[in-house]
């Protein structure tokens, strides 16, 4: 059995210690644990966290393989220190049956990069008209609990009733697009002084926050869970906040790129500033990093939504909507969230490893860094600072915010169940 | 100046009133038994128009000819947007053509600045209007006949519009001709004051240089200039307003209306008019609507952004210029 030992690693940014994988599991967590057989890794002065959980990723494939496949984008995960993420259904065909979440979910396990667990579509063609097979995407072999028509609002009221209701059944979860879809017909930009300025049809915050505030009262209604993807303004937080309050089930999720991009950017009319939802404010970004502070937001999932280049080269109009984050995300949150104060690297790994595998019901992952558990874990550099340069991402798509931007932090290694998918920066 | 022009807002008050007093320069060359100098020979300018505008198209087409420019008419309507490549394949066609400027018209809001600062060509680019964001050769023949109006054809040069109050009304969120005319005409020291129903006024409007009114007949004894905006019928369908009728008896302009304002106030509109709904009939014929001279300082205007662009370094027509030079 092959041994592996992380010496002097600060687990979850704690004291430095020793941590030993036995095959696929860590066997123990110690301080001058023995070497003996062992292959070393010297990790003095870096944090070891448990491997990070995306619940928000696009794979694209089956269907726009040119911007991402299971293969790239998984290897692109591991490059960021993610040992599992959650594709979302939004491809072509759209994930609304067993057997595409199927096709989805084996790839994943066959390129071995990172555990890959589909969404399921809660509608049919994520058209809102129609409820999926949310129960035989559950039953198939990628036991789908996730359902969402991310890309697209749920905004029938009924049929996220239903979607809700029915998911109980076996503990599943909607996660809602918050987006009314008449508020924001044409838009292209966060509503206000800039869109204003620039003649950019406007994404109201109203737009996302009329949305949660139904969602939240339907979940009450009906005893259900809801999540909400991409929270993007201080208005969701404070309805989000109510919510929890009074102890409807309701979690949420934020990016990296809601966390340090405001729509100020917009005024280079360069599209790899385009997302959905659009960048909002300076306000609403600090409002955003405090929720997630406080535990508001519970999560960080990237929405990491790759396009090739022509996509993005072209007028902001024309352009399609999405960055990519996989590979920045934990950079990015070391900047807004670590070094500004407002979380430990404990509270980085309850939020982007513990939570979101709770969410999703990820077996295997989000689990503590102690003996007898899976070895999935991530090495962190904290103390590199360089800048980032789309030219070496594992992705198959550039469209990053952060090209010639300096970010701090840097993954090193990732193992998934003991096995190393990432060393020294390198992909294996 | 700088090497393009995208926006009204880019403009400082030295270059705009540059520009006005070349547009009174090349203005002179109209009233020339041959309107042409030859200023820009040997240059290829491309209008680029991927929406239609046979006005501006021909308005640009006309100055450059009046300026000896190697003129090339390109357009291509309705399928930019959706296919968001042909913005950048043909601008470096015409680029391997070897054209000097880009006049372009698209309905993307941001395309012409794109165009500018992608790295896809080396040429100028004047922005002909796009989307709902800029149509800065539109504010600027505004500005030129408002002060060739409220001030004078000769006592205007080296002037700015210091103090006149601006009167826009319509349909503010959707036009590009009150975001380039806010900007240029703020620049030019004028107060302007926005008129339109709330639904009609962007939010974020609170950032612009202006002040935001409901109430058209309240605004009118104030104004010196109003300029009409066109409102697009189909606007009623969205639900900005109830009906045509109750937009014209609120926002449209009669001879009642036109009555309150000072005598020398004078009324504008950026054309086509829509008459009957946005402006009578008895206003756009009388004395006081300029439409028609704008129509005719849009060529010396564009004329005179195309004469600065393009390298005049040297006044164009006369030495007029050298005096106002000499004050920057």
Redesign the interface.
Known sequence: MSKILIRGAKVLGGEPQDVLIEGSQIASVGVGLSADGAEVVEAAGKVLLPGLVDLHTHLREPGREDSETVLTGTRAAASGGYTAVFAMANTFPVADTAGVVEQVYRLGQEHGYCDVQPIGAVTVGLEGKKLAELGAMHESAAGVTVFSDDGKCVDDAVIMRRALEYVKAFGGVVAQHAQEPRLTEGA?MN??????????G?W?AVAEESIIARDVLLAEHVGSRVHICHLSTAGSVEIVRWAKSRGIDVTAEVTPHHLLLTDELVR???PVYKVNPPLRTERDVLALRAALADGTIDIVATDHAPHPH??K???????AMGMVGLETALSVVQETMVETGLLDWAGVAERMSFKPAEIGRAKGHGRPVSAGEPANLTLVDTAYRGSVDPAGFASRSRNTPYEGRELPGRVTHTWLRGKATLVDGKLT | MQRHLISAADLTRDDAVLILDTAEEMARVADRPIKKLPTLRGRTVVNLFFEDSTRTRISFEAAEKRLSADVINFTAKGS??????S??DTAQTLEAMGVDAVVIR??????P??LA??GWIDAAVINAG?????HPTQALLDAFTMRRRLIGRDAGLGEDLSGKRITLVGDVLHS?VA?SNVDLLHTLGAHVTLVAPPTLV???????PCEVSYDLDAVLPKSDAVMMLRVQRERMNAAFFPTEREYSRRYGLDGDRMARMPEHAIVMHPGPMVRGMEITAEVADSPRCTVVEQVANGVSIRMAVLYLLLGGNEPAVSHARANASEEK
């Open positions: 292209q509503e206000g002084v800039v869109s204003a300025e620039l003649g950019l406007g109201p280079s009319y360069n022509e996509d080269d072209c007028e902001w109009a024309a352009a | 930019s947007v959706s296919k968001g490549e913005l950048k698209h309905g993307a809001s941001g395309a600045y794109r600062t992608s796009d989307g709902t964001h800029q590009r975001r962007p939010v974020g409007v609170e950032s612009w």
